[in-house]
């Protein structure tokens, strides 16, 4: 990384530290728009601002990826209104901030499966990744219906048909070959993991990728996570002793 390209960083940082990966459940929006006696969409609507100033961040203090959680499996489950205000608000935001990111040199992917989503929405994902997909400032990374377990089981499946046709011997399989069967091919693992909101668990979120990230959970709600939060949570990494099992 050429350190003399970051702008902006904040001086509490150490610039030879940066994670080269932060990645974001956003949790809380409900809670934060029942804080204000605002129905739980308003959240939702004010969360996006907060994901549109950390991308921002990363752009301007040289973080390569940032990947954030939008939209479980589970999700689904959560009443139609909701999940319909959801699915709409995606699009729309795709839709009205995508010439701003491109200029910007945000290059956009999704993690999850697409073929549930809204065809509009599927739509307007093709075009936000056909449109960035040079671009080389920031990866943005949205998982959108992502679970965990559902790509784990799509790259065995994928892996076990390819074995099967006799295209892949099985004792060739390793963690590295692996890693190409999950949406998060050609992406490092996260070094840190941010959990708004206050919940201590995973929520189904990139289970394999997390095996070593450094993980921050702070009791805000996902909207009141400020730029200011976000160099704390870098900080609190860069303090960090990371030994990957070693001593
Ligand atoms: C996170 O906020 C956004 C999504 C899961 C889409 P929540 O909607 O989960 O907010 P809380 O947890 O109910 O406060
Ligand atoms: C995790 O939040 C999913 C997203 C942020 C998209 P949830 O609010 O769905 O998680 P749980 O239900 O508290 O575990
Ligand atoms: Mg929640």
């Known amino acids: 990384m050429n350190t003399q390209l970051i702008t902006k960083l904040p001086t509490i940082l150490d610039p030879t530290k940066m994670p080269q990966h932060v990645a974001a459940i956003m949790d809380g ?3 934060w728009a029942k804080q204000q006696g605002l129905p739980r969409i308003a959240g939702h609507q004010q969360g996006a601002n907060t994901v549109k100033s950390l991308l921002r961040c990363c752009k301007d203090w040289g973080i390569a990826n940032f990947t954030v959680y939008a939209f479980s499996t589970e999700n689904w489950g959560r009443p139609a209104v909701e999940v319909d205000f959801l699915m709409r608000l ?3 935001l795709l839709d009205s901030e995508l010439d ?3 200029a910007e040199g945000v290059r956009i992917r999704f993690l999850g499966d697409r073929s549930q989503v809204p065809l509009g929405l599927q739509r307007m994902m093709d075009k936000s990744i056909d449109k960035t997909q040079y671009n080389q400032a920031v990866t943005f990374n949205i998982a959108i219906n992502y679970g965990s377990r559902k790509e784990i089981l799509q790259a065995c499946k994928s892996i076990a048909e390819l074995v099967k046709a006799g295209e892949l011997d099985v004792n060739l399989l390793d963690e590295s070959m692996f890693d190409r069967y999950l949406d998060t091919h050609e992406l490092p693992d996260p070094d840190l993991l941010i959990r708004t909101s206050g919940e201590q668990r995973l929520s189904n979120f990139l289970l394999w990728q997390l095996a070593y990230t450094e993980i921050y959970i702070t009791k805000t709600h996902w909207p ?4 200011d939060e976000f ?3 870098i900080a609190d990494f860069q303090q960090r002793n990371r030994r990957f099992g070693k001593v």
């Open 90 to 92: 995606f699009e729309g």
């Open 224 to 227: 009141d996570f400020s730029n």
């Open 29 to 31: 929006n409900g809670r």
């Open 100 to 102: 701003q990111m491109h």
């Open 231 to 233: 160099t704390l949570a």
